[in-house]
């Protein structure tokens, strides 16, 4: 019952992604009368310990009952329960896949064990290969006990943040409205960990039926795809069209004869729709094999990102009946044109000899012809559009040194540090790094511009205002160390770096130039104050950076505050950056041994920046991707539709073509007659395709980086590449109709 089950998430001004504390989910969970069960799920990277050492994993910390409320049932063994959460050995559930790769899928879970944060787990149940959850395209590893995310290292810190998604399910007889009306009631009396104030917080009620919370907003971009798609199958339709037709006027004088012998219409129609359904049969059938086929290979495709993710594509009885749906359409309509068509011709007109000597294309199937370019032409603009915008984003200029970069990830808290021991152990990693030969530059940061992950907002104001209760501008916050902005490449245009003095601090800040002019436009911002944070703590400016663009490589005017590393900082999730003088990849490994050689059980995460950019870059590249590949198709679909009406043109006109030569007309001159056919197609296709392109990239025109809706490129190679396939597509016709017999055209006249 997807619409009985779902999310709820927090939202208001100081809601952090939809997500909840701890104590809002145990209050609505212990208060709410609208839901069977409330539970939560918080996703979090773990170290695990193997037989080669140590490597990272991906858990989620759920409630005792969330398994049981999302309706899992394990393939082996149990779900963990409250009895289990008191024993030396805590319970893990794990995956399938988990269960196969990294446990060697044994039958049974009895003294199966692992070794998380250093410490024991005791497997006690494995979910089914299908099962994905309730977090989106999140697939973890392993579903731990949230009441004892104490003994995983979790800091406190952020067990009273926002970090829990909370999923529910509703009481039989209760709708949503009621549930909702509720949680409004209940938002009014939420607990906060806060000992500041902040705005008012309000929990909502999202059934399944309506998608997840985090990928709904991509439900638009399925539409538009399904209907590109869509699109594409309509000239493929087209294309039947014009060579049923161009095939039923071919058949004329076989209509003729049967009408004569006393077929009746009906009967006519009913064989020539029932060809085209039998060719639309079997495309289907096709279609249904290439799906299952690809549904495979677009499983084993995920983001760029180093997050375990299943991606779940299957056919069902749902999309066997749209297949069958198309199936009805593509068949039946394509063929009812031509149909009607050769069933209206005269009986007696149909055995004239000049009917089918001088036979010339209908204007329907000319249209159709044209339709076809237009769409190809339309698809190619769009593609070319794309690729180049694609291009110029990744050529742009970050602001930043991406080209020889990498980047360390390490959670010294998860492995048990405190704040201290994690500072030892980074600075000794640090120094490490330096000495390397190659490094440049090493430098300390919560994350870079292009990490993945949330990042962390802040509120600032240049005035009085009193960020707690009234919205003010946000900034995109960063805590770094020593070193960071030499390791990253990123000058300070005004100003200094933090000193080691600094470190720790929360009175110095340094900005980006961008966020400079919006507090001061056109005077010196080193040493003046302002507002930062809900607090309204007054902080001074000690340097100001050159602006970069932040996870998304086109935003490039937002603003960012950098804050000196909190001494509580040093203990979570720390990105060490790395400078070389030459190729990054070449210092991986050494970089990773660096730190085995302080700790052999701490797990690194290590790409380059290079590798990075590739989630950046992921939307532009697959929309250039998919618009190449739609105008690749519409390209042949066009090319195969004119070759097609050509060649039955000139079937049809042989006789017209030998009776031309014999009263003198060269091969050139016919050879001429037939392209400049072909030709005339195509010209009123690439300008209809050229208009209708360049209005949809008016209307798409921000998703468009570094290149004009009307790129006089894209719009010139496109009309060079049409005119070339109308060149070849009309070739064979052509060269088919200067080897017309005159002799045997003349005995047959």
């Keep these: 019952n997807p619409d009985r089950v779902g999310w709820i998430r927090m939202e208001g001004p100081a809601a952090a992604y939809g997500q909840a504390t701890l104590l809002e989910l145990e209050y609505l969970a212990g208060t709410s009368a609208s839901f069977d069960a409330i539970v939560a799920e918080a996703r979090l990277p773990v170290s695990l310990q193997t037989s ?54 044994p039958r049974s879970v009895a003294g199966q064990t692992i070794v998380v944060n250093g410490r024991t787990f005791s497997v006690v149940g494995v979910l089914p290969d299908d099962f994905q959850g309730r977090g989106g395209l999140f697939s ?3 579903w731990l006990p949230l009441a004892r995310s104490d003994v995983l290292n979790v800091p406190a810190s952020v067990r009273g943040d926002d970090w829990l998604l909370m ?89 003729g004869v049967r009408v004569a012998l006393g077929a009746g219409r009906a009967r006519i129609l009913r064989q020539l729709i029932t060809e085209g359904l039998v060719l639309a049969i079997l495309a289907g059938a096709a279609t249904l094999v290439v799906a299952a086929w690809s549904g495979d290979l677009l499983a084993t495709f995920a983001l760029p990102a180093p997050i375990p993710q299943r991606l779940r594509l299957g056919i069902d009885r749902t999309l066997v009946g749209f ?37 010339r294309p209908s204007r329907a199937r000319n249209v159709f012809v044209v339709a076809q370019v237009a769409g190809s032409t339309l698809f190619l603009i769009a593609a070319l559009l794309l690729v180049r915008s694609f291009l110029k984003n990744a050529a742009f200029d970050t602001g930043f040194d991406t080209a020889r970069t990498l980047v360390m990830q390490v959670d010294p808290s998860m492995h048990g540090y405190d704040a201290g021991g994690a500072r030892v152990l980074l600075e000794n990693l640090q120094s490490r790094l330096r000495s390397l030969p190659g490094v440049v530059a090493v430098g300390l940061s919560d994350r870079i511009p292009i990490s993945v992950g949330l990042p962390s907002r802040i509120e600032y104001t240049a005035d009085e205002t009193d ?88 935003d490039w005017t937002a603003p960012y505050v950098y804050r000196p590393m909190p001494s509580d900082r040093w203990a979570g999730d720390v990105t ?11 210092l991986l490994a050494a970089a990773k041994d660096q730190m085995r050689a302080l700790d052999a059980d701490m797990p690194v995460r290590a ?21 190449l590949i739609c105008g690749v198709l519409a390209t042949v679909l066009a090319t195969v539709g004119l070759f097609g009406v050509l060649y039955f043109t000139v079937l049809q006109r ?56 009307a790129d006089p490129l894209s719009f010139s190679v496109t009309a060079i590449i049409q005119l070339a396939v109308a060149l070849g597509a009309s070739a064979l016709p052509a060269l088919r109709a200067t080897k017309a017999d005159p002799m045997v055209a003349l005995r047959q006249e």
Aim: hydrophobic share 45%.
């Design 467 to 554: 960020c707690s209760t009234v919205e003010c501008r946000r900034a995109t916050a960063f805590s770094v160390g020593p070193g960071h902005f030499e390791a990253l490449g990123v000058p300070l245009v005004d100003g200094r770096d933090f000193t080691a003095l600094e470190m720790g601090r929360d009175d110095a800040v340094i900005i980006s130039e961008h966020m400079a002019k919006q507090l001061w436009p056109g005077t010196a911002e080193v040493g003046r104050t302002f507002r930062l944070g809900e607090k309204g703590r007054r902080v001074s400016i000690v340097g100001v950076t050159r602006d970069i663009r932040n996870r998304y490589v086109a």
């Design 52 to 105: 080669i050492g140590a490597r990272q994993a991906w858990s989620a910390l759920v409630s005792t009952n969330y398994l049981q409320t999302v309706d899992a049932r394990p393939e082996i063994g149990r779900f963990f329960e409250v009895a289990d959460l008191a024993g030396s050995e805590l319970p893990v559930v794990v995956s399938h896949r988990f269960w196969t790769e990294t446990l060697g899928g």
């Design 576 to 586: 060490v950056t790395i400078r070389t003088d030459q190729d990054p990849r070449a």
């Design 654 to 709: 042989t006789r017209e073509f030998g009776i031309r030569v014999a009263l003198g007309a060269t091969p050139r001159r016919v050879l001429g007659s037939v392209m400049r056919e072909g030709i005339g197609l195509a010209v009123p296709g690439i300008v209809l395709g050229s208009l209708a392109a360049y209005v949809a990239a008016r209307l798409v025109s921000r998703a468009l980086f570094g290149v004009s809706p």
């Design 323 to 359: 297949t069958a749906l198309l199936v009805l359409i593509a068949g039946v309509f394509p063929a009812l044109i031509p149909a009607l068509q050769a069933t209206r011709a005269s009986v007696i007109a149909s055995f004239r000899m000049d009917s089918i000597l001088g036979g």
């Design 167 to 255: 999923f529910a399910r509703l009481r039989d007889g209760v709708e949503r409205a009621q549930a909702d009306a509720e949680l409004q009631a209940l938002s009014s009396l939420l607990p906060s960990t806060s000992k500041e104030a902040r705005p008012q917080r309000f929990a909502h009620f999202y059934p399944m039926n309506e998608g997840h919370p985090e990928i709904r907003g991509l439900a638009r971009f399925a539409w538009l795809a399904l209907a590109i798609v869509s699109v594409v199958l309509l000239l493929a339709c087209f294309n039947v069209t014009a060579l049923m037709m161009a095939r039923a006027n071919e058949r004329q004088r076989e209509i």
């Design 140 to 142: 973890p590893d392993m």
């Design 607 to 627: 790409d380059t920046t290079i590798e990075m950019m590739k989630l950046q870059l992921w939307p532009s590249r697959t929309a250039a991707g998919f618009f």
